[in-house]
């Protein structure tokens, strides 16, 4: 059975960091495109940052610079760094992993930046 289990989400103040973890299971990690989406309320959902299996990174204008994915294809883990938190990042995160055409999504952690 497939698992993507999203950690890390809280409620932080703009200016500052969370990491989200995503732990995979039950899916040759290494040959999937890892990627984290997020979905605001009233939005739809939209891609955030991804990483394929070559470790090639991919990011949303409005995260560049501020956001870093990695993976760690021992641990079967994909990481989102998000600093310089805004209001506007505000978000439930959701973690993906897509190979060929296997698809899986994760349940979501929220993120909610207010002062």
């Known amino acids: 059975q497939v698992q993507l289990v999203e950690s890390g989400g809280g409620l932080v103040q703009p200016g500052g960091s969370l990491r989200l973890s995503c732990a995979a299971s039950?899916?040759?990690?290494?040959?999937?495109?890892m990627g984290w989406y997020r979905q605001a309320p009233g939005k739809q959902r939209e891609l955030v940052a991804n990483?394929?299996?070559?470790?090639?990174?991919n990011y949303v204008d409005s995260v560049k610079g501020r956001f870093t994915i990695s993976r760690d294809n021992a641990e079967n883990t994909v990481y989102l760094q998000m600093n310089s938190l805004k209001p506007e990042d505000t978000a439930a995160y959701f973690c993906?992993?897509?190979?060929?055409?296997?698809?899986?999504w994760g349940q979501g952690t929220q993120v909610t930046v207010s002062s």
């Open positions: 993906n992993a897509r190979w060929v055409n296997y698809d899986y």
């Open positions: 039950g899916i040759i990690f290494r040959f999937y495109a």
């Open positions: 990483i394929n299996s070559g470790g090639i990174r």
